[in-house]
C-alpha cells in the first residue's frame, strides 16, 4: 500500500514485540507409534529455548528445545496407509531469523528426539520463518502475528478500520481482538459489523 495511506510507519512495526515463527516437520513414517494424537515435549533446558524467543531472539541449541507433536494418523486414517503415521512437529523459534541448514538441524534433532531413529522416516518437509514471509506476507515470519503484551492489548492494538482510507477494514491476528483461530474469527465479526454500521451512518 502505497506510505501516505497506511497508518503506522515502518519504525511503529519495528518497535513492535511479534509473536515467535516456528519451525514446522511434516513427517512420514513406515511403522506404528504408541504414542496419543498431541504431544509435548519439554527439554531439561528450556529456559534457554524461551530466551532465544523473547530474549535474544537467536536460533535455540537444539538439546534445548521444547516441541509440539501431532501423530494426525492417530485420529484419522485416511492421511495415511494403515501400517505407517502421518506427524507434525511444531518447533517455536524467534520471528526474524533466516536460515535453511539451521531450520533442517532443529526439525532433524527434534525428529530424532522423538521417534529415537529415523530409518523408517520415508518424507520429510521442512517450513520455517522464510516461507512463512513468501507463502503468506507474514511479517518477519512470525507465526502468530503480533504478541498479546500489555502494551498490545485493546485499544494499544492497531485498529480495524484505517485511518486515511476510510474504506479500508483491517482483520486477522495483527488486529482485535488478536491471535488464534477464535479470535480471528471474531475479528471477522467485528469488522463485518462495523461496516454495517458505517453504511447506515
Ligand atoms: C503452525 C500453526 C499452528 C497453529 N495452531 C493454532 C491452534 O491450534 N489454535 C488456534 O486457535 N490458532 C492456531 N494458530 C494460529 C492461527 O492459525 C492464526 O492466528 C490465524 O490463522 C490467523 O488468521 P489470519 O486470518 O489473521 O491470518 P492467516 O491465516 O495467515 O491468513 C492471511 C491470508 O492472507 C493471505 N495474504 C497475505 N498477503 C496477501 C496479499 N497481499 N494478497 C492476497 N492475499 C494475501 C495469506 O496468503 C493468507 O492466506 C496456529 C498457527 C500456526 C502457524
Known sequence: ???NYRNFSPQYWEEK????????????LRRK????????????KWEEHFNSLFGQKRWPPPSSISYYVSV????????????????????????????RERELKLAWWAVQD????????????????????????????TAFGLAHT????????????NRRLRNLYHVGQYTHPGVGVPMVVISAQLVSGLILKNQKN
Request: glycine share 6%.
Open 17 to 28: 514485540t511479534l509473536a515467535p515463527s516456528a519451525v514446522l516437520a511434516y513427517v512420514g
Open 1 to 3: 500500500m502505497p506510505h
Open 150 to 161: 500489555l502494551s498490545q492489548t485493546a485499544s494499544l492494538r492497531p485498529p480495524l478500520r
Open 33 to 44: 507409534l504408541d504414542v496419543p494424537h498431541h504431544n509435548i515435549v519439554v527439554n531439561g
Open 114 to 141: 522423538f521417534l529415537g531413529e529415523v530409518e523408517d522416516v520415508e518424507f520429510l518437509k521442512v517450513f520455517g520463518p522464510e516461507d512463512f514471509e513468501r507463502d503468506y506476507h507474514a511479517y518477519m515470519g
Open 72 to 99: 494426525r494418523s492417530k485420529s484419522d486414517p485416511t492421511v495415511c496407509p494403515e501400517d505407517r503415521e502421518a506427524l507434525f512437529f511444531l518447533i517455536p523459534v524467534a520471528p526474524g531469523l533466516r536460515d
